[in-house]
């Protein structure tokens, strides 16, 4: 699942320094897949992508949620979105959350996705703007 984050987050274009210094948040441990729900999509007989989600209340928020650049637009990261829809239904939440890298931000737009606010911080100086977006479920 590290290499699906990492190979995701390079896809964008992001310069090394940065996919290092988020290197700790891309990485998934046994220990993360044992404090969240964590799910595999394979295709070819091979890991695809994958999400994970917390919940906290009625509240549900997306972790994760990679493809494979090479399985991008195969509808990997939809069918992805949809289950973790359906398991925080099952687990009572109303309201699924996500802070979206930005290139992503259309995709979950596109899942049913409204922008609610945004995450302001800085990456090596930089500045950079997370929107937040949230759907009801």
Known sequence: ?????FAAKRHWGY??????????LLTISPGYIEQHETYIAWMDEQPA?????????????????????????NGIGAAL????LTRCKELGARVLEIES??????FY???????????????????RVLP??????
């Open 109 to 127: 737009e596109r899942m049913g996705a409204k922008k609610a606010g945004e995450v302001v911080g800085e990456v090596d100086g930089q500045p």
């Open 1 to 5: 699942m590290t290499h699906i984050a």
């Open 49 to 73: 992508g994958f999400c994970a989600i917390s919940k906290q209340g009625e509240r549900a928020s997306i972790e994760h949620l990679w493809v494979l650049p090479d399985y991008m637009g």
């Open 132 to 137: 937040l977006l949230e759907i009801k479920i």
């Open 15 to 24: 310069p090394e320094r940065w996919i290092q210094i988020w290197s700790p």
């Open 81 to 84: 979105f949809q289950h973790m």
């Open 101 to 106: 890298d930005p290139n992503a931000q259309g």
